[in-house]
């Protein structure tokens, strides 16, 4: 019938009930690959800095001198290309996503990653270069 | 005495069932489209939150229009609870949606403007039909009187189907549902924007819906006279037809205006007016 | 004294979510007169190949707009991997056809709920993107993103499908195609949708050629151009044949992405079926030099980007040139003798996507 | 009684989104996640809607846009910014033509992060920007009592 | 690449190009698009047209200020290239169908496209 | 019977008077003096008649009857003359035929041309007469200021304000005759000059258009006139069972299958008179006239002539194929006029268009004739006339004020010209809205056509009508209360023409709800009543019931007070583009264009050139089957 094509469809849902996944009473749905947020590791980073060259939004900023790793949430776009450009595992790209805020700022880590003591080899340099 | 009794029942009640009635539309509605829908009390939230707003105008008059479109909904729809004479109910509900056209009119904006004039295409094609329905109702009874008819014993349903049936496709006219949309709709978007009610706000929006809920009591009520010889059927009938029109909504698209004229008054023409051109030839005929 | 109804119309729509701007002149409901204005979502992201690397760009351009995101980040990289003389894995080609045609199955059911959304239609509007919330699982299962993929990049692809995820994207596919084909007889048979798109924003086959349209605007008048078939990706490898439709017009528009939900269906299956093993990518050395008009088949029609570069890390130049900008052309011809109700259902005809058009 | 928070009916607007949390945003209201479920209704028309959802950055030819329609809302009103670019540029904040996030134009309540930013996401956004709705409600009402106070005051002074 | 079509690019003068348009036109070509390139004080212009996906290109190279004729007498939506052309690189078009007058797109500064800007403030972490 | 004899002879007094008067003032002081005794004499006359039964007086006979035909020579003459000069010769055809079936007539039939009683008076006629007398000489009032404002708008017109005037008065006094003669002879004299007026007035300006259009209208009311001196023909001829040319004789004649064929024939002259279909377009073409004259004569007196005489006849054509057709004639007049009223923006023709379908609901009242219908045909009338005079008036003053009469150019008027808008206003509604009085008619004729045979025709006529009504009014409504911006106020200084007019009908259109029971009880209910034996009366509840409407429409705008404090004002929502208050917004191409809002003429469905031929064609089918079938019991 031309009329009420939709019936089929309408009976349906009426008959299934609702495909609504009950978000928040549920939690999200997610895979794991999901893109969610960029965690990092204070204890591992060794600033190296690539993880804020390779963003394409400038969304992290590092302090080499200071120790400090800065990531912007608000611009991050998730891409993941910082974890995937982090040489020392630093970064990694969880799935679940972050809550809305009602302030913009900037989220600021100290980077607490201690070089190991190299054993013996070059101890005087090491203070020369502090 | 009875008849005011039927009024002041009316008015403090319809409200309160037209937003249960609508809650309930909302949540089947939902359910068709596979959702779960708001609150059963969601359009008194919605009310609510309407009167806790500011109440912002582009001028003042449109408060004024908009009120007197309430007060005539709900002076037209306390008369035929009343049992009054349906003629003067259809007048007074008339003039309540120039009321509203006007207030649209008022504010002076193209949204509204076009809004305004599809409404009074829509007034235009729903007239004829519950002219009929009326003339139908009181071919079967012999009376304009909402108390007569609703006392009646005859089934009336019997002796107009087509009028009913023309009744239901302007129905969906005045319930504002799809395919008859066109001057605003309640929740589905539209080409200009929510038409008639596009610059009203606030309290201002909130008596339109309270008018809505009003008028779709009438409405309903003046569906329950085409079933009123027994009161279960009637009331079974109403749900009905009402359901009937939800689904409809779900199932169509909005049309032009021009389609919206032309069901309109082709409903009275083809299911009404012959409906009741037969009708007569029997009773002239029986007599 | 003319009787005429001036009213803007946009950029701000509840009917249509980006930002579309026109003037229209009515006479009671018909247009007679209605001129477009654009440039409320223009970026000016053309410009930033000069501040990214050109491996970079890539997230970029795939938000050059979110809907077809896949499609352009594909786009960009083939141009790139031309210039550069990469020779992309066969696997990388398969996976990017399979993303492709989901990106275009979401693409279309979305467009399909916002064309049902422009004609009243709202159950229809919520069916569409109910289905299409099952591509978008698919997508975020495999990529990681619903909307933005983030799996294309210049020499190949970063991430892989299991079999068994392809397994059972095979076997989701039947019943898949069953709901799409229900929802396909609404729009195809429904009377009040004929109504309201029969004989509505009619463009001749020749007209539609001559004002460059592109896509299923192109199509939906009967050329049967889809750069589809030159065979870029697998498509070469899966054997390929446009959709076509003669009316040329809104009808007609939507039935030829109707069809082409069926169609990419199709696709994906087949590319299931020969999907090949091998590795996912190719390193990328150097930096390309050169130019090319690296062109690939979109939901909405053939996008074009341009990229020139000069042996540096950036490139020159990257001009893009997207379906819609191509098609306002056409809409400006179909929309005067529209009704004013038709107007929303005319504009999505084209399935007009601002993002990119403005970029 | 405050209804406010049972009915927030909003009104989406894309400022230079690259349709991408537009779409989430839309796609919220299909069955799937159904805002319909918290009284949330896109009314697509600012002088009924209570929050303000936009997507994508400032540009010039969208700002007084965004502020028009800012400014049509009647109060109490928030303003949600879904994604990135809404909330800083995002990843466009360096091109030419974008000015920054939605925060240059008009004040923004809610930040939602993400690019682009889930419907999940959005919901919680806009739930979040419920109670600051509330607040300005009752700041609002306060602040008229005030008014009316003061008024009155001042009235019976000029009897005196 | 498993890329099959062939691109060609022919340059043109600039008084040719209206008859070569015309010429594409009227061998059934359809126009694709039309874009610019800042060459470093001079614009190269790109007319791309496509037969059966077969790739043709104009290129036209101009000064900064030349006026370029429209060929939207012939491709009637050409316009939109060209009403861009002149928005982005302020390459000024004589005689297009529809001259937005520069309302096209509207950009913060004009011609963004005009002056080379390769290579200035890139200054990561700003 | 003196009070009869003053309102028909009073004003030709005043006319010829004002023949001579050319100052402004002065002449404003006779019209006004002369409104102001007219206007006293028929409320006197209300007093005095309406509480009885119909009155007849003998008076004078011969000496009247020989003056009459001499001056419808003189008037034939002068149609000749005038169709000569303007070459127009089915004019001279038409009153040379006219003249010599007069000539015919009272050579023929010598001894039949007495009426027992010359002269009348009942309820319908005092109806008549309050119309005439107070709407009219109100009319006139406002026509003095009125035509000194036209001349000086229009420096071209040949200022004839004294023949204007004089035709005016004239007209007066032949509307009180018609109304209050019982000798169909005499009827038939005061029916043409009417005519004779309506062309000289319609003509006024002199343009090639307004001749024209004079003629036009000459030309069908002068065919009406044939047909009504056939009838007397006839009458005379079937004398004395038909009752002769004695009007409550042949009412009151018994022999249907006589009196019907000159009835058939009297009512087509109601029908050219009322400018039914096919022959509205002179009434339209009447609108050249100076806006008073439309006012006047072709809308609230003359044409209601028409009407009136198919009253007078309604209960001959009750019951009968003939009466039946009439009937539907004005009812496809009515649906027809309507509907193409919706395609028309020029304030007048709308005007024009209602005013047709007005006169052809009447019709079709009168033409099925049954008590209720004749009950609602003369509310009608009534409602008709003070509602649409104010119209006219408003309509002509606003004209003048911002140089244009089409509705578009009315956008806003409730902020340039607040006092004028809400008049307007009221008059608008007066046309269509409960519990105006139009609505109330069409009410009670609803009720009534249910319970006739083929009612339903009419039902369905009526229901469709009156859809189409709401839609042409209300969206001229709109535009006069859409509250525009920026705009400058032009009322103040508006002196020109008087106000009291207007006021005093603004006046009486809310009056009329409010005394339209007692109107009922004491004028029309009596009449009807006395010819049918029976009456219709709206029930009391309802009655109470649309008091109640009205008083809540007088309390509503109170409400306006309230609002005024706490509202804060926000320009219009414009799709969020950068506007001004007064609707310019930034458009495309970098231009700034303005919203315009147009209301809708849906032109292609409702068009004149689309519905004017088939209803005409449809009126005349059923006019001539009327002819054909005319006793024909239904
Ligand atoms: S995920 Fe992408 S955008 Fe976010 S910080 Fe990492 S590189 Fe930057
Ligand atoms: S997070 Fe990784 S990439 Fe970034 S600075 Fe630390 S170590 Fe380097
Ligand atoms: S074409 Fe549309 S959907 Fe596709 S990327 Fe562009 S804006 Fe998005
Ligand atoms: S038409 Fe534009 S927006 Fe749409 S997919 Fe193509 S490039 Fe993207
Ligand atoms: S945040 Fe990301 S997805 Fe959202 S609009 Fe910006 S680029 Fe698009
Ligand atoms: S701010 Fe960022 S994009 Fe701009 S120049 Fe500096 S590093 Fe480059
Ligand atoms: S710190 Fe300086 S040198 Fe090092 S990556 Fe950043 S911009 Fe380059
Ligand atoms: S307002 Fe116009 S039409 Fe009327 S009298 Fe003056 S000039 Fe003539």
Redesign the interface.
């Known amino acids: 019938m031309?009329?009420?094509?939709?019936?089929?469809?309408?009976l349906r849902?009426?008959v299934?009930?609702?495909?609504?996944?009950?978000?928040?009473a549920v939690p999200?749905?997610?895979?794991s690959?999901?893109?969610g947020?960029v965690t990092f590791d204070p204890a591992t980073c060794r600033s190296c800095g690539l993880c804020?060259?390779?963003c394409?939004?400038?969304a992290i900023?590092?302090e080499k001198e200071a120790k400090v790793w800065e990531i912007?949430?608000?611009?991050?776009?998730?891409?993941?290309?910082c974890v995937?450009g982090c040489p020392f595992g630093s970064l990694t790209?969880e799935?679940d996503?972050?809550?809305?805020?009602?302030?913009?700022v900037v989220e600021r880590h100290t980077i607490t990653y201690v070089k190991p003591e190299k054993p013996e080899k070059k101890p005087k340099e090491e203070s020369a270069g502090a | 005495m009875n008849g005011l009794i039927g009024a002041v029942l009316f008015l403090i009640l319809a409200p309160i069932a037209g937003g249960l009635i609508a809650g309930i539309d909302r949540k089947i509605t939902a359910r068709m489209q596979g959702r779960v829908g708001p609150p059963l009390l969601q359009p008194f939230y919605d009310v609510g939150k309407l009167f806790e707003k500011e109440n912002v105008v582009v001028t003042t008059a449109q408060n004024f229009y908009v009120l007197a479109y309430l007060v005539f909904i709900a002076l037209s729809g306390a008369i035929f609870f009343a049992g009054g004479d349906l003629l003067l109910i259809i007048f007074a509900f008339t003039l309540a949606h120039v009321f509203l056209v006007l207030g649209a009119y008022a504010v002076h904006s193209p949204y509204s403007h076009i809004g305004a004039e599809r409404e009074l295409i829509q007034v235009m094609a729903y007239e004829p039909m519950i002219i009929l329905a009326a003339v139908g109702l009181y071919m079967v009874t012999n009376s304009f009187y909402v108390a007569d008819i609703a006392a009646a014993t005859v089934p009336a349903i019997l002796y107009l189907p087509g009028v009913f049936l023309g009744f239901a496709v302007i129905l969906t006219i005045k319930l504002r549902k799809s395919p008859f949309d066109i001057s605003t709709s309640h929740h589905a978007h539209q080409e200009i924007v929510k038409g008639i009610t596009t610059e009203f706000s606030g309290s201002t929006l909130g008596q339109v819906e309270i008018a809505h809920w009003y008028e779709n009591i009438f409405l309903l009520g003046f569906v329950y006279l085409f079933f009123s010889w027994n009161p279960v059927i009637g009331v079974a009938a109403v749900a009905v037809t009402y359901v009937a029109e939800i689904f409809v909504d779900n199932v169509t698209a909005r049309v032009r205006w021009q389609a919206a004229l032309k069901s309109g008054w082709l409903a009275a023409a083809v299911l009404g007016l012959v409906n009741l051109a037969i009708l007569s030839y029997m009773t002239i005929g029986g007599a | 004294m003319p009787k005429r109804i001036v009213v803007p119309f946009g950029p701000q729509h509840p009917v249509l979510p980006e930002p579309i701007h026109l003037d229209l002149v009515l006479e009671d409901e018909l247009v007679v007169d209605v001129v477009p204005s654009i440039g409320y979502i223009h970026r000016g992201l053309e410009q930033l190949v000069q501040k990214r690397e050109f491996t970079e760009y890539v997230y970029v351009a795939e938000r050059i707009c979110g809907i077809c995101s896949f499609m352009h980040a594909l786009c960009y990289c083939q141009g790139i991997e031309h210039i550069m003389k990469i020779e992309v894995p066969d696997r990388a080609k398969y996976l990017r056809t399979i993303w492709s045609e989901c990106s275009r199955l979401h693409s279309h059911l979305l467009w399909l709920g916002l064309f049902a959304d422009g004609m009243g239609f709202e159950n229809l509007f919520m069916r569409s993107w109910q289905l299409r919330e099952s591509v978008l699982d698919v997508l975020e299962d495999t990529t990681g993103g619903r909307v933005i993929q983030g799996t294309c990049k210049v020499g190949g692809i970063r991430r892989d499908i299991g079999q068994e995820k392809l397994d059972e994207m095979h076997r989701a596919l039947d019943p898949f195609e069953q709901q799409c084909r229900d929802l396909g007889d609404v729009f195809l048979n429904d009377e009040t949708v004929k109504y309201r798109l029969q004989g509505l924003g009619v463009i001749a086959k020749d007209d539609a050629y001559a004002l460059g349209a592109a896509g299923p605007t192109l199509r939906g008048s009967g050329v049967a151009v889809d750069l589809r078939e030159t065979g870029y990706a697998a498509y070469g490898d899966l054997g390929f044949k446009p959709v076509v439709e003669t009316a040329g017009d809104c009808y007609a528009r939507c039935a030829v992405r109707v069809r082409e939900l069926y169609s990419s269906i199709d696709l994906i299956r087949r590319a299931i079926d020969g999907m090949p093993e091998g590795p996912l990518d190719v390193k990328v050395k150097g930096a390309p030099d050169g130019e090319y008009f690296s062109r690939v088949e979109q939901p909405r029609g053939e996008v074009v980007h341009y990229l020139r570069g000069d042996g540096t890390k950036h490139l020159a130049r990257a001009r893009i040139r997207t379906p819609t900008l191509a098609n306002i052309p056409a809409l400006v011809k179909m929309l005067p003798g529209a009704q004013l109700a038709d107007v929303p259902v005319v504009v999505l005809s084209i399935d007009p996507c601002i993002s990119c058009t403005e970029r | 009684m405050a209804f406010l928070k049972r009915s927030p009916w909003i009104l989406h607007y894309d400022a230079s989104s690259c349709n991408g949390c537009d779409i989430e945003v839309l796609a919220c209201l299909t069955p799937l996640y159904d805002v319909e479920r918290f009284g949330i209704i896109n009314t697509g028309n600012p002088k009924h809607a209570d929050i303000l959802l936009i997507t994508g950055g400032i540009n010039s030819q969208n700002r007084p846009v965004v502020r028009n329609l800012y400014e049509q809302m009647p109060e109490p009103k928030v303003v949600v910014a879904i994604g990135a670019c809404a909330a800083t540029g995002g990843i466009f904040r360096e091109c030419y033509n974008i000015a920054g996030g939605v925060d240059k134009v008009i004040p923004v309540d809610v930040y939602v992060p993400g690019c682009a930013a889930r419907p999940e996401q959005i919901i919680d956004g806009v739930v979040k920007a419920l109670s600051i709705l509330e607040e300005k409600r009752e700041k609002m009402t306060g602040e008229a009592h005030t008014k009316e106070e003061a008024r009155h005051a001042a009235e019976a002074g000029e009897g005196t | 690449m498993t890329m099959n079509e062939e691109q060609t690019t022919t340059s043109v003068a600039l008084e040719d190009l209206v008859g070569e348009v015309r010429g594409l036109h009227d061998g059934g070509y359809r126009l694709v698009q039309i874009g610019c390139t800042d060459i470093g004080g001079s614009y190269e212009i790109n007319y791309s047209f496509d037969k059966d996906y077969q790739f043709k290109n104009l290129r036209l190279t101009v000064g900064p200020e030349t006026e370029v004729p429209s060929i939207s007498g012939i491709y009637w939506g050409a316009f939109v290239y060209e009403n861009e052309m002149h928005d982005l690189f302020g390459i000024p078009v004589t005689g297009i169908n529809i001259d937005f007058q520069g309302t096209f797109i509207k950009t913060a500064e004009k011609y963004p496209f005009s002056v080379t800007r390769r290579g200035d403030d890139r200054c990561r972490n700003a | 019977m003196q009070t009869l004899l003053f309102l028909i002879l009073f004003p030709i007094l005043a006319a010829c008077l004002l023949l001579f008067v050319k100052r402004t003032t002065l002449r404003y002081a006779v019209v006004t003096l002369s409104a102001l005794f007219i206007g006293g004499a028929s409320i006197y006359l209300l007093i005095r008649y309406a509480f009885g039964d119909a009155v007849y007086f003998a008076a004078p006979s011969e000496g009247a009857s020989m003056a009459m035909v001499a001056i419808e020579m003189v008037l034939a003459l002068f149609i000749i003359y005038m169709g000569a000069k303007f070459r127009n010769y089915l004019a001279i055809v038409l009153a040379v035929v006219q003249a010599a079936l007069v000539v015919y007539l009272e050579i023929s039939f010598p001894g039949s041309l007495h009426a027992v009683n010359n002269l009348f008076v009942d309820q319908l006629s005092i109806i008549m007469a309050l119309i005439i007398g107070i709407i009219g000489s109100l009319i006139a009032v406002y026509a003095v200021r009125y035509m000194e404002t036209y001349h000086h708008h229009h420096p071209e017109v040949r200022d004839r304000q004294g023949m204007f005037f004089f035709v005016i008065f004239a007209f007066l006094a032949a509307m009180f005759g018609l109304v209050f003669s019982n000798n169909l002879m005499w009827v038939f004299f005061f029916w043409e000059v009417t005519t004779i007026s309506s062309f000289m007035l319609i003509g006024y300006s002199e343009t090639e258009e307004a001749t024209k259009n004079a003629f036009r209208a000459l030309v069908m009311n002068l065919l009406g006139g044939v047909a009504f001196v056939v009838a007397l023909i006839f009458l005379a001829a079937t004398e004395p069972t038909s009752g002769g040319i004695d009007l409550a004789r042949v009412l009151a004649s018994g022999d249907a299958a006589v009196i019907l064929i000159p009835a058939v024939l009297i009512g087509f002259a109601g029908i050219t008179k009322a400018a039914l279909m096919p022959f509205s377009s002179w009434l339209l073409g009447a609108m050249v006239a100076p806006t008073p004259v439309s006012a006047l004569l072709h809308s609230s007196t003359m044409v209601k002539a028409g009407v009136y005489i198919l009253v007078r006849f309604a209960p001959v054509f009750a019951g009968t194929f003939a009466g039946f057709s009439v009937g539907l004639v004005g009812g496809v007049t009515f649906v027809v006029a309507s509907a193409i009223a919706i395609s028309q923006s020029d304030a007048k023709s709308v005007l024009a268009y209602s005013t047709i379908a007005n006169l052809g609901l009447i019709a079709a009242c009168a033409g099925v004739g049954t008590y209720m219908l004749v009950w609602a045909a003369i509310l009608l009338i009534i409602f008709h006339a003070v509602a649409k005079s104010l119209l006219f008036l408003g309509t002509g003053a606003i004209e003048h004020r911002i140089g244009s009469r089409n509705i578009e150019d009315m956008e806003g008027l409730i902020v340039r010209m607040p006092k004028m808008a809400v008049m307007m206003f009221i008059g608008i509604a007066g046309m269509f809205l409960a519990p105006f009085g139009m609505l109330i008619s069409k009410w009670a004729a609803i009720e009534a056509f249910v319970q006739v045979p083929f009612g339903l025709i009419f039902i369905a006529i009526l229901a469709y009508g009156s859809a189409v009504t709401v839609f042409f009014w209300a969206k001229w409504m709109g535009k006069l209360v859409a509250v525009t911006r920026n705009v400058e106020r032009v009322e103040k200084g508006f002196l020109e023409e008087p106000w009291a007019p207007l006021y005093i009908i603004t006046g009486l259109v809310i009056a009329a709800v409010f005394l339209f029971p007692v109107i009922s009880s004491t004028l029309i209910e009596p009449y009807v009543l006395a010819i049918y034996g029976a009456t219709a009366r709206l029930a009391q509840a309802n009655v109470g019931i649309m008091l109640l409407m009205m008083a809540l429409l007088l309390v509503l705008p109170v409400s306006f007070f309230l609002f005024r404090r706490t509202a804060k004002h926000l320009p219009v929502y414009m799709g969020g583009r950068p506007a001004t208050p007064d609707l310019h917004f930034a458009g495309s191409l970098g231009l700034t264009r303005e919203v315009q809002t147009r209301n809708y003429y849906l032109t292609e469905y409702f068009g004149e050139a689309k519905l004017f031929r088939p209803g005409a064609v449809v009126c005349t089918i059923l006019i001539l089957a009327s002819w054909i079938l005319a006793g024909v019991p239904l």
């Open positions: 031309g009329y009420f094509e939709m019936t089929r469809t309408v849902n009426l299934r009930g609702p495909a609504t996944r009950q978000y928040p999200a749905r997610t895979s690959l999901t893109r947020h804020s060259r390779r394409p939004c400038e900023r590092i912007d949430r608000m611009r991050c776009v998730a891409c993941g290309d995937e790209m799935p996503y972050l809550a809305p805020v009602v302030e913009h």
